[in-house]
């Protein structure tokens, strides 16, 4: 029976917590800032967190790795 295999995009961008949440880089931080609110630049530092439902299938995509 062949392995599962790790996808390697979703190994990038996703962490898990040793609680089992899944931790994420969040969307718009990276240039044109200038367009957005100074409220809106503040919410969206540090890392954001991934719904419950969302978590299954990044726990299968990432197999055994949590990095």
């Known amino acids: 029976m062949p392995k599962q295999k790790t996808h390697k995009g979703v190994k990038k961008r996703f962490r898990i917590t040793a609680n089992g949440k899944v931790k994420h880089r969040r969307a718009g931080t990276s240039h044109l800032q200038v367009r957005l609110t100074s409220k809106r630049k ?20 990432l197999g055994k790795y949590s990095y």
Do not use: C, M
Request: charged share 30%; no cysteine.
């Open 42 to 61: 503040r919410n969206l530092r540090g890392t954001g967190v991934l719904a419950k439902a969302d978590t299954l299938k990044i726990h299968e995509a």
